[in-house]
């Protein structure tokens, strides 16, 4: 990035030179948009501002329109490249239009429009682009460019919606070796690929403690696409920009989601409203039943392991359930419960008969409805192996995810060191032979007598481009976006009309997956186990980036999700974490050491998993006893049932509607239905904390751990211990 000039602080330019340009101003600044590129100067003191550089603002790619498809004869256009562009003043902002493109020595019959306007207080960019050059075939756009963002993160720390959210805290050191920012040249990088579990919404922000800056795309459709932060180490300047990833041939327009950059004023959570209130009026809502609306996690059991080796009979269920019991676990999630056991022959899905048999299992999960439990079944919702099933040698090749090269994109998961590698092909979510198979295997799931399916992984990929023929999609078409979404919301509306308790969840995170999803299985940033030391760090704020979970929790305080422990305990700190976000429990049996470790107590021994390729946190369970690790899991879980008006039903607020007064405490709100509200304060640490909560006008009511109804309030909060307290508003 190139600079124009010095910066005294954020949001202060001095002797700015006089562009020629178009003004536009909204409710919180003005955008000046000039042949150098963009410049934002905000009415907001601390929303950082920018000033163009002289880099492109937007730029485009394109390849030969060849089959078999071409590599190496890409071409990137860029606006600094064009020799005209028609500028027409609109009543709130500009459009600018180029007819056609060029890269110097050749015109494309390829045409841009470009509209920036004014929108409430900031400014809302939107574009399409027409292809009329024979072909040729655009792959892609970036824009808009918001570059020379003077901006501190040490008091304006960005954050990126990966996982449940990620806080930027620093740029590299010079020598550095880290794997946070990719380096581009002289600059560095840093993006989240939308959507999938490590871009799970459509915004982010420059965060100051009193304002900030908002950039998002508002595209109800969900599109590929990718937001990324830049930084240029010699200018010191940050950018922000969107890659739209699309497949544009001859003859075709593409229109472009609306992008939105808006200052704005207070915590980071009036950027988070103000996309939940754009997403939330562009989606409907799902529907959750009250029993999974109150449910406290799951016991999420492998019942036959990949090796084929069999640890838990249909009948052992109710073994399965008074282990649930003994920890307040609500639902049992069933994994490796076919012929196949756990990944290997999807995507066929027949009750083993060396477990019981489909009878078998249907009695199991009758008994374990009458014992109060719910009941999840699994199936991957993309992979089939490869060579090992007849649906694949029939149909599943067919309609498997193709790269541009030929090679479908394949997965491995080798659970055992002493057994083959298994591979897989992702199933096209567009292909109507795909779709019917999963939506089969929910029908089966209903029958047998299950509460839901888990369709694995659905929120876990990124988009990918597919070059398969019959899939339903031109070629090549982006897929895991527009269509995921579709894909899931037919399935879980048909399931409802056949089951109005039945729900649908699936691996993974991301936003568009809202409608369809009732309960998301954790497994991306924010969601892993976090000790104490983990959350002193993120309160220190010294790495490049620390797991941001209050991102998503509070863009979306309805969503559901579990953590994700793939250990059969977890410990102290981990429930609290869990507790203190409003999130659901989880702990796995997947191996036999873990069987012996649930019935008998028995803690392992690494060499108990000799021949497990990722074997468990054997350190975390030999740190605590069996008995003290399900008691207290079981306490906390009656603690939040206790409370499930704040903690299950209520609205996370975050940080707002109180003002804590204690060093190194973590305290999080919930906004009760009656005027009701809750603090839970948590003090991770190993030595006893004091601190105070005020709540504006209301009347503090009562205060409560787990294990213990009545405390007072503001005594010394215990190591590693959570406290509610509850206020009546006036």
């Known amino acids: 990035m190139k ?10 330019w001095m002797l700015a030179p006089k562009v020629d340009g178009e003004g536009i101003k909204a409710g919180k600044g003005a955008l000046l948009v000039a042949t150098n590129g963009l410049s934002l100067t905000p009415s907001v003191a601390s929303c950082p501002a920018s000033r163009a550089t002289g880099e492109p603002f937007w730029s485009m790619t394109l390849e030969p329109d060849a089959w078999p498809a071409t590599t190496g004869q890409g071409l990137t256009l860029t606006d600094l490249g064009q020799t005209s562009v028609r500028r027409e003043a609109l009543p709130d902002g500009v459009r600018l239009s180029y007819d056609t493109l060029t890269d110097g020595s050749r015109t494309f019959r390829i045409s841009l429009a470009l509209e920036i306007r004014a929108k409430g207080d900031g400014f809302a960019v939107t574009g399409a682009v027409t292809n009329g050059a024979r072909g040729w075939l655009v792959t892609g756009l970036t824009a808009p460019a918001l570059n020379g963002i003077a901006a501190d993160l040490a008091t304006h720390p960005v954050l990126l919606p990966e996982g449940f959210g990620k806080r930027v805290n620093r740029v590299p050191k010079e020598g550095e070796k880290q794997k946070e920012w990719s380096q581009q040249g002289t600059s560095y990088e840093m993006g989240t690929p939308y959507p999938g579990s490590r871009g799970t919404m459509q915004w982010c922000a420059f965060a100051g403690r009193d304002g900030g800056l908002y950039f998002g795309s508002h595209d109800p459709e969900h599109r590929s696409k990718r937001l990324s932060l830049r930084y240029d180490p010699a200018t010191r300047l940050f950018g922000l920009t969107v890659r739209h990833d699309f497949f544009c041939r001859s003859g075709e327009r593409v229109a472009v989601p609306p992008v939105l950059i808006q200052p704005y004023e207070g915590s980071w959570h009036v950027a988070a409203r103000f996309y939940s209130g754009w997403a939330n009026a562009a989606e ?3 529907h959750v039943p009250a029993w999974a609306r109150d449910a406290s996690g799951w016991l999420l ?6 090796n084929g080796e069999v640890m838990w009979k249909y009948p052992s269920l109710t073994k399965l359930c008074d282990v649930a019991d003994a920890r307040g676990l609500d639902v049992l999630g069933l994994f490796g419960w076919t012929i196949g056991g756990h990944d290997h022959l999807y995507p ?3 009750p083993c008969p060396d477990m019981g048999g489909a009878e078998a299992m249907k009695q199991a999960l009758k008994e374990v409805r009458r014992r109060g439990k719910r009941t999840i079944i699994y199936a991957n919702g993309q992979l089939q192996e490869r060579d090992a099933t007849e649906f ?10 193709l790269q541009r090269n030929g090679e479908t994109y394949q997965q491995t998961y080798h659970k055992y060191s002493d057994i083959p590698i298994y591979r897989f092909d992702l199933g096209c979510l567009c292909a109507q032979t795909w779709y019917d198979r999963m939506l089969s295997l929910a ?11 888990l369709y694995d992984q659905l929120a876990m990929m990124s988009p990918m481009a597919c070059y398969g023929e019959g899939h339903g999609h031109p070629v090549p078409c982006m897929v895991h976006e527009v269509e995921r979404p579709v894909f899931l919301r037919r399935i879980a509306e048909h399931m409802r009309k056949i089951n109005p308790d039945f729900i649908v969840m699936t691996e993974g995170l991301h936003d568009c997956a809202l409608d369809a999803i009732s309960m998301f299985h954790g497994c991306e940033l924010g969601m892993f186990y976090a000790s104490a030391g983990e959350i002193l760090v993120r309160m220190r704020a010294t790495r490049l980036t620390d797991a941001f979970p209050e991102m998503f929790r509070y863009t979306y305080p309805e969503v559901m999700s579990t953590v994700r422990v793939p250990a059969p305990m977890m410990d102290r700190g981990m429930a609290n974490y869990t507790c203190v976000y409003g999130l659901r429990y989880e702990i796995e049996t997947r191996y036999a050491p873990d069987v012996a470790y649930l019935l008998e107590n028995r803690v392992p021994e690494a060499g108990d998993y000799r021949a497990v390729v990722n074997k468990p946190d054997v350190g975390m369970m030999r740190a605590t006893p069996p008995e003290e690790a399900a008691r207290y899991l079981k306490q906390v879980i009656g603690f939040q049932r206790a409370n499930a008006d704040c903690f299950w039903r209520g609205r996370y607020t975050d940080s ?3 003002t804590l007064q204690g060093e190194d405490l973590v305290a999080k709100g919930f906004e009760a239905d009656g005027g009701r509200f809750g603090v839970v304060v948590w003090n991770p640490f190993d030595k006893t904390a004091r601190f105070t909560v005020s709540v504006p006008e209301a009347r503090l009511i009562s205060a409560a751990e787990p294990g213990n109804e009545r405390v007072e309030p503001f005594s010394d909060l215990p190591p590693n211990t ?7 508003r006036k």
Do not use: H, S
């Open 3 to 12: 600079t124009l000039m010095g910066v005294l602080a954020v949001g202060v």
């Open 284 to 286: 409907k809502a799902r």
């Open 301 to 306: 059991c492998i019942l036959k392991q990949q």
């Open 348 to 350: 066929d899905y027949v």
């Open 392 to 401: 694949w040698k029939r149909t599943g090749k067919d309609i498997a995810i």
């Open 443 to 453: 029908l089966q799931a209903n029958d047998l007598g299950a509460d839901g399916i």
């Open 656 to 658: 707002e509607g109180f």
């Open 722 to 728: 959570v406290r509610l307290l509850r206020w009546q």
